[in-house]
């Protein structure tokens, strides 16, 4: 092998990693760079055993959790995992009206015309600026654990 090949072997590995590095990295971009809406930090445990809960279990129920980050928490379970979003529309500064309402598995908001869904946090129009603000999740058994 020569230092020729060698070099263009080397060159096509940091290429890889590269590329493996840019497009594996998570982004919290919409949580950062709305100016919506700022976070509150919290961390909230659900029982998927407590009767309030329960329809977490099954695919395709949504539920809201008050009490949790700015105006509550939608919590999806979409089937393949469970997903948390916060309740506020993220496209206008928290007011009276700006809490959401849960319908089925999409969120309203009672001020403006805005729905979005909670399988993906997008505006069901897709024209909106933001999407839904989500929250991180980790599941142990039964214990549905959301924070940011």
């Known amino acids: 092998m020569t230092i020729s090949s060698s070099i263009k072997i080397f060159k096509r590995g940091l290429i890889a990693v590269f590329c493996t590095l840019a497009f594996s990295c998570s982004s ?8 919506n809406i700022n976070p ?7 029982n998927t055993n407590f009767p309030e809960y329960k329809i977490l ?14 105006r509550g928490i939608f919590v999806i379970n979409t089937g393949s995992s469970i997903r948390a979003w916060e309740a506020t529309d993220p496209n206008h500064v928290p007011n009276s009206c700006s809490t959401m309402n849960l319908n089925g598995v999409e969120a309203n908001c009672s001020c403006e015309d805005n729905r979005y869904t909670l399988y993906t946090g ?27």
């Open 28 to 35: 919290d971009d919409n949580r950062i760079n709305n100016p």
């Open 40 to 46: 509150l930090s919290f961390s909230i445990d659900l």
């Open 57 to 70: 279990q099954f695919p395709g129920n949504a539920i809201y959790v008050p009490n949790a980050g700015v």
């Open 122 to 148: 997008q505006d069901l129009n897709q024209e909106l600026p933001y999407t839904l603000i989500e929250y991180r999740v980790s599941e142990n058994g039964n214990n549905i654990i959301i924070s940011n």
